[in-house]
């Protein structure tokens, strides 16, 4: 917990989802792995920080991101070769996260969930604090439908 709740921005939230994912070797059980590290990492965070950590809105955006990673894109840029050096391997990444939201602007766009969850599901549900509820207004996107998806935001 060493960076400030004030700073843990949307933006924040997406990188730390991205660092996870795109470490990911094969998408079956590092996958999992990596979803497993990103909840109970960012609850533990949260709740150090007297934050409420709601877990099918993370969920959502762990969703959404790992589609972004693993989805065709002709915008996608490939990742750099590995820097010598523990400060330049953390410039690379902070490059390699600005090309992808660069090819996935709407990941910024942390309105995005009201697309397919209403308030009333999203917010004022318990529920969807304490455990994954599925959306309530659209599906959330597959890998085949994602690039579709998101043409049409």
């Known amino acids: 917990n060493t960076l400030p709740i004030a700073s843990f921005s949307h933006a924040a939230l997406c990188r730390m989802i991205w660092l996870?994912?795109?470490s990911v070797p094969d998408r079956s059980?590092?996958?999992?792995?990596?979803?497993?590290?990103?909840?109970?990492?960012?609850?533990?965070?949260?709740?150090a920080c007297g934050h409420v950590f709601h877990l099918t809105h993370t969920y959502f955006w762990i969703q959404m991101i790992d589609l972004a990673i693993h989805a065709p894109n002709p915008?996608?840029?490939a990742p750099a070769q590995t820097a010598d050096g523990e400060a330049a391997a953390g410039?690379?990444?902070?490059?390699?996260?600005?090309?992808?939201?660069?090819?996935?602007?709407?990941?910024?766009?942390?309105?995005?969930?009201?697309?397919?969850?209403?308030?009333?599901?999203i917010f004022n549900n318990p529920d969807s604090v304490s455990s994954f509820v599925l959306p309530d207004l659209?599906?959330?996107?597959?890998?085949?439908?994602f690039n579709r998806a998101v043409a049409a935001h």
């Open 75 to 77: 915008n996608a840029v």
């Open 91 to 121: 410039l690379q990444d902070v490059q390699e996260f600005i090309a992808f939201v660069r090819a996935n602007p709407f990941l910024l766009n942390d309105s995005l969930v009201a697309r397919y969850y209403s308030r009333q599901l």
């Open 29 to 47: 059980g590092g996958r999992k792995k990596a979803v497993d590290a990103i909840l109970g990492g960012l609850k533990k965070y949260k709740e």
């Open 138 to 145: 659209l599906p959330l996107p597959s890998v085949l439908s």
């Open 20 to 22: 996870y994912l795109r």
